[in-house]
Nanobody
Framework: QVRLVEFGGALVQPGDSLRLSCAAS????????LRWSRQAPGNQRELVASISEDGTLTHYVNFVKGRFTISRDNVKNMVFLQMNSLASDDTAVYYCNVRLGSTGQWGQGTPVTVAS
């Protein structure tokens, strides 16, 4: 059974940093590309970042480049998202996700609110 559990979301102020974590199980973690996505209120879910199986290749969407860093621990089966210089536009529910075959698997999400 595939399981993705995100945690670390919080209410923070603009300019603050936050680190999200996702614990994964039930699939071949070490051979899977992992992703973080987010969904802001009233918006569609959007990709934020992805990381290759061995962690050497990362991809970021433009609006987080230079501020967010995705990483993974293939021993502990975890993926992380370090978020710096947070702004109100980063307010969203953040999800880790993986595509297994033709099916996307998602966690329940962790909410991040950036407000002064």
């Amino acid at each position: 059974q595939v399981r993705l559990v995100e945690f670390g979301g919080a209410l923070v102020q603009p300019g603050d940093s936050l680190r999200l974590s996702c614990a994964a199980s039930g699939f071949p973690f070490n051979t899977s590309v992992l992703r973080w996505s987010r969904q802001a209120p009233g918006n569609q879910r959007e990709l934020v970042a992805s990381i290759s199986e061995d962690g050497t290749l990362t991809h970021y969407v433009n609006f987080v480049k230079g501020r967010f860093t995705i990483s993974r621990d293939n021993v502990k089966n975890m993926v992380f998202l370090q978020m710096n210089s947070l702004a109100s536009d980063d307010t969203a529910v953040y999800y880790c996700n993986v595509r297994l075959g033709s099916t996307g698997q998602w966690g329940q999400g962790t909410p991040v609110t950036v407000a002064s």
